[in-house]
């Protein structure tokens, strides 16, 4: 009795892992239970550190379009301004719930990894312990007011990524039609920058 319970366990764990290599090859994010589906990498796996390299380059960034957001409510305001979310990494199971009822069907890969791996990407002293990965905002989706007053904000040389992500939150919050950024101005995509900003690179034109 006792081995065939042990085989018996030993199918439906098999029968789990099919299930769940043919998710991940169809890029699914939900499972037939509702359950987002991930990927758990050991330690130092070379994907994350190969992504987040590049991530963390200004030259890496506009070459593949891509940003990086820190923190479960900037995905969400990606996700609400209909951004395409590429790749979510996180630690703690329980922070993709705030994420479900905003998820497509399809396309985002999910990777769990140790929390102390999180620590040694984020730039904060206290990680959020969740990263995302979007494809940078065109202006189709960009979540602007319904409408904007006629005014503009232009950044001269403000190389200081908590001051421009600052004047960033305040265009959003006047109606700003649209932000101009001179050569000397640090650069908008630092996460730093993205942070600092609070999800207004998903509400303003800039």
Request: net charge positive; hydrophobic share 35%.
């Amino acid at each position: 009795m006792a081995q065939e319970k042990s085989q018996e366990i030993k199918g439906k764990r098999e029968t789990m892992l099919k299930k769940r290599k043919f998710y991940l090859s169809q890029r699914k994010v939900f499972d037939d239970k509702g359950e987002i589906i991930y990927e758990k990498l050991k330690e130092n796996d070379g994907r994350i550190s190969s992504l987040l390299v590049k991530l963390k380059s200004k030259k890496e960034r506009l070459r593949t379009g891509q940003m990086f957001v820190e923190g479960w409510r900037l995905i969400v305001d990606g996700l609400e301004a209909k951004c395409n979310l590429k790749y979510v990494i996180f630690s703690r199971v329980e922070d993709l719930e705030h994420l479900k009822s905003y998820l497509p069907k399809t396309g985002v890969q999910f990777f769990k990894i140790p929390y102390k791996e999180i620590g040694m990407w984020s730039d904060v002293e206290t990680p959020s312990g969740i990263f995302g990965v979007f494809e940078m905002p065109t202006t189709n989706n960009i979540k602007t007011f319904s409408k904007p007053i006629p005014l503009q904000f232009i950044c001269d040389n403000v190389r200081t990524p908590g001051n421009l992500g600052a004047i960033l939150r305040a265009a959003v919050g006047v109606g700003c039609e649209k932000v101009l950024l001179t050569k000397g101005c640090v650069d908008l995509w630092d996460p730093k920058v993205i942070r600092s900003a609070s999800g207004a690179h998903f509400r303003q034109h800039i």
